[in-house]
Every structure is written in structure tokens, then in C-alpha cells.
């Protein structure tokens, strides 16, 4: 035998022989497909070879594999197959070019057509993985070279059948796919998200109204819309789960009827929502801007450590409210948002200047301290004086801390840009309201503390005065 990766070769369109009882009559420059039993196998590469025919391939009469070694006796090079694989071909690749191959390891192999190289009971190579895309038959596929992102998207979004997404995942050592992280951005996903059926599965554009097909998504890192739409018609997804309900929340880029983003399912709506916010934002201008100058423009009332605290918290409210102004003008365009013309360099920006506007929440919090220590500990100038850095540079510094760290998650958010990550950027304003309310509490019960201490004093006072009239009257 000789040496070598393989000896003998052929190729050519893959005809049906039967069992090889007689000569093949379409075998000519083709490669026989025959059924093993009724004779030997040396007659059946005969039958063959007598019509011109250029290899064989003999698949088993039993479900089992089938070792065919080559034949001493006929020049055509032939290979055996399993009685499953016989099938696959039979009744899917008739009429295809194939290629066979004899490896001088006693390795007998089809390639060209992959399609029956591989099942639950054969194996493909390392780096590769049974796509499976006759059910439970499939070719081996390489597995994608790259990142854990790459791999990914391979497995899950090239169009494997699911069983096939599942043995690509296990494979091709895959965990999941991520997205950007944001609030409305879909979660990991990964073949734990499929279920094997018994619950509704999810479906990306329900109605199969979808006019751009090719639209990217953004926050599905660039997906095309027919891509997506493939993944939730291909996999069992619940519908129930968020990456479902989010997918919802995007369907909109594609056209696909339904809820839109916010429930915004017009353009009415859409309109609404980016111009309901400049009107409250406009409001929220004016009485700052009003603030300011009024303070400003007096030297008794600048001097004032309460006006200064409110002079800084209209600043910086006069801020936050010129971004939200902006509604939806700054959002990538790409999104697809009612009037959004931003960008990446937009977005942010506006993102960290609504952030920047929490700082008059927190200076909130100093003007119920001052008031705190002015009304329950009886604080002059001298004992304001000593807090006063603290009152501006704290607040000031945890906005500014919190803003500059939401700079990697500025993102859309339908109205506007803003901090997208998970929890952490609402803790300044949780801080602020607890603050604020925990120290106007205490405030209010020190007050109203005094007035029932006044009240008792007003009731004991006047109750001794009726009495010695009365006394005095009556005596």
C-alpha cells in the first residue's frame, strides 16, 4: 500500500446505484452511492466500474457504521459509510459533487458534502463541531478563530440549527455572548437561555412586519435586524425572559410594529416624549436663572451663607436642566430615536452634564444643614463660618467623582443620554433624599417639639391668670 495522506481519490456528482445487482447505468465519470447486500461488495464496485464510474461509496444496511476497505481486484477507489449517513445522501444529494478519499491509515473518508460526516455516534475532529442541520445529522464545521466574542457569534448568530448552536457552544469551549452594558442593552446570552419547548417562545418582530431588515442595531453590537429575527425564530427563547422583553424594546429600529421604545408606538408619541421634558426643563431654567440674578444682584444678599448655597444649587440646577433641554438631540442617530442627531462625543457629553446637575441635589443636603444648625443648635456666623468649606466642597466633589466615572456608560435612553450602568449612578441622589429628609425630619420634630412645649406654657400661664381674676372677682 502506498504511503502518503491518501492513495486513491475521486470525484464527481453522487448517483443512486441501488444495491449494485447490475451495472449502474448513470455511472458514468459519476460516484456510485450503493446500498451494502444481495453481493459481495466486489461486484458492486464492478457494476460500477462496467459504466465508467469513478468511485463508490457504500453505505450499510443497518443503521450501524460500515468499514469498507479498498478492493484489489476494480480501480475504483470506494469508501463505507453508516446506513444513516446512505439515507442523508439518498435523500438530499443526489446529483452533487462529492469527493472521496482513502487515507493510508486505514481511514476511509467523504468530503465535499461534510453533510454526513458526522452524528450523535460520530465524532468530528478537535476544533470542530456537528452543526447538525438535518436534525440529527450535520458536517463538521471548524470552529471560529478569535476572542470569546467571535466564537460566539459563530455558534449563535451564523444560522446553526439549535442542536448544532448547542454542540458548537460545548466544542468550542463558548460560555455566552455579551453586549454593551447598558440598562436597555440585551444580557448575556448564551444555549443555558434556550428551553426545550413547553413555553412560548419568544418572537422578534411578532406581527413579520419588518421593513428594514438590514438596520444595524446598535445595542446589539451591530447585528443586522434579519440576523436578530433569525436568532429568535431559530432558538427557543422564553418570552417571558428579559432578553426577549428587551428585544421588544429594539424591534422598533426595524420596523416592527408593536409597543416601540417608552410605549412610544407613534410618531405623536415619539414627538411627545422629546418635547414634554424641554418644557419642564425650560420652567426649571428660568426660576435658576431667576435665583441667580436676584441674589446677584445684591451685595447684603451675596454676603448670605444661605443665599450662596442657593446661588451654587441653581448653577449647577441651571446645568442639569440645559441637558435634559436637549432630550433626544444628542442620542446616537443610528438609534433611530424620535429627532436624535447625536453621536458617540454627543451622548456623552450630555450624559455627564445631567450627571453634573445632581450636584444641586446634594447641595440640597447643605441647605438642611444650615437650617438644622441654625434653627435646633442656635449656630451664628463663627460656627457657619467653620462648615462652610464643607457645605460646597463635598457635594461639588461627589458629583464630580460620580460624573466622570459614568463616562465609559453614557448611553441612550430613549428621552436622553444618561448614566446606563446597573445601580451605582442613582446612589448620589438616594444619599441626597435620605440626607435631606432625615435631617428636615429631625428639623421638624425639634420645631414641633417647641411649639408643644410652647403650648403647654401659653395653657399653664393663661389657666393661673383666669384663676387669680377669677379669684380676685369672686373674692
Known amino acids: 500500500m502506498p504511503t502518503g495522506r491518501y492513495y486513491l481519490n475521486a470525484s464527481g456528482q453522487l448517483v443512486d446505484c441501488g444495491l449494485g445487482l447490475q451495472n449502474c447505468a448513470d455511472a458514468d465519470g459519476a460516484i456510485c452511492l450503493i446500498q451494502r447486500g444481495k453481493n459481495s461488495i466486489l461486484e458492486k464496485l464492478q457494476a460500477c466500474e462496467n459504466e465508467n464510474g469513478i468511485g463508490a461509496i457504500i453505505y450499510n444496511n443497518e443503521t450501524s457504521n460500515f468499514m469498507q476497505w479498498p478492493e484489489e481486484n476494480t480501480t475504483v477507489p470506494s469508501v463505507g459509510i453508516s446506513g444513516e449517513g446512505g439515507d442523508i445522501l439518498l435523500n438530499h444529494f443526489l446529483g452533487v459533487p462529492v469527493e472521496i478519499m482513502i487515507w493510508d491509515y486505514a481511514y476511509a473518508g467523504v468530503t465535499g458534502f461534510n453533510e454526513c460526516r458526522c452524528s450523535e455516534n460520530v465524532s468530528c475532529a478537535n476544533g470542530q463541531f456537528c452543526n447538525y442541520n438535518y436534525d440529527v445529522y450535520g458536517y463538521c464545521e471548524n470552529c471560529a478563530n478569535g476572542s470569546q466574542k467571535v466564537k460566539a457569534m459563530h455558534c449563535l448568530f451564523s444560522g446553526l440549527s439549535q442542536k448544532g448552536a448547542k454542540t458548537c457552544a460545548d466544542k468550542c469551549d463558548v460560555e455566552s455572548i455579551s453586549f454593551p452594558t447598558c440598562k436597555f442593552c440585551p444580557k448575556e446570552i448564551s444555549v443555558d437561555n434556550f428551553h426545550l419547548g413547553g413555553r412560548p417562545n419568544c418572537d422578534f418582530c411578532p406581527n413579520d412586519d419588518m421593513k428594514y431588515p438590514d438596520r444595524n442595531i446598535r445595542m446589539y453590537d451591530n447585528i443586522p435586524c434579519w440576523n436578530i429575527d433569525r436568532f429568535y425564530n431559530d432558538y427557543q427563547i422564553d418570552s417571558d425572559s ?5 428585544a421588544h424594546l429594539m424591534n422598533y429600529i426595524c420596523g416592527c410594529s408593536g409597543t416601540g421604545y417608552v410605549g412610544a408606538n407613534s410618531e405623536r408619541k415619539k414627538a411627545l416624549l422629546a418635547w414634554l421634558p424641554r418644557i419642564s426643563a425650560s420652567l426649571s431654567i428660568m426660576g435658576s436663572s431667576y435665583i441667580i440674578i436676584d441674589i446677584s444682584r445684591s451685595k447684603e444678599l451675596r ?41 458617540k462625543q454627543t451622548c456623552i457629553a450630555q450624559g455627564f452634564f445631567i450627571q453634573i446637575g445632581t450636584i444641586s441635589a446634594l447641595l440640597n443636603v447643605s441647605l438642611s444643614m444650615y437650617y438644622l444648625g441654625r434653627l435646633k443648635y442656635s449656630w451664628g456666623r463663627h460656627e457657619m463660618k467653620k462648615i462652610k468649606i464643607f457645605l460646597f466642597a463635598a457635594p461639588i466633589l461627589v458629583g464630580l467623582v460620580f460624573a466622570g466615572a459614568g463616562i465609559p456608560f453614557y448611553d441612550n435612553m430613549f428621552l436622553w443620554c444618561n448614566n446606563s450602568a446597573k445601580w451605582w449612578p442613582e446612589i448620589p441622589i438616594i444619599i441626597a433624599i435620605v440626607a435631606a429628609s432625615t435631617i428636615m425630619f429631625t428639623l421638624y420634630r425639634h420645631v414641633s417639639n417647641g411649639e408643644k412645649a410652647m403650648m403647654v406654657y401659653r395653657r399653664y400661664s393663661i389657666s393661673s391668670l383666669d384663676s387669680s381674676m377669677s379669684s380676685s372677682v369672686m373674692w
Open 242 to 246: 428579559t432578553n426577549c422583553k428587551i
Open 303 to 343: 454676603i448670605k451663607l444661605i443665599n450662596q448655597i442657593l446661588v451654587g444649587l441653581s448653577v449647577f440646577d441651571f446645568i442639569g436642566s440645559m441637558a435634559y433641554a436637549l432630550t433626544t438631540l444628542p442620542i446616537y442617530k443610528e438609534d433611530f430615536v424620535y429627532g436624535a442627531l447625536g453621536n
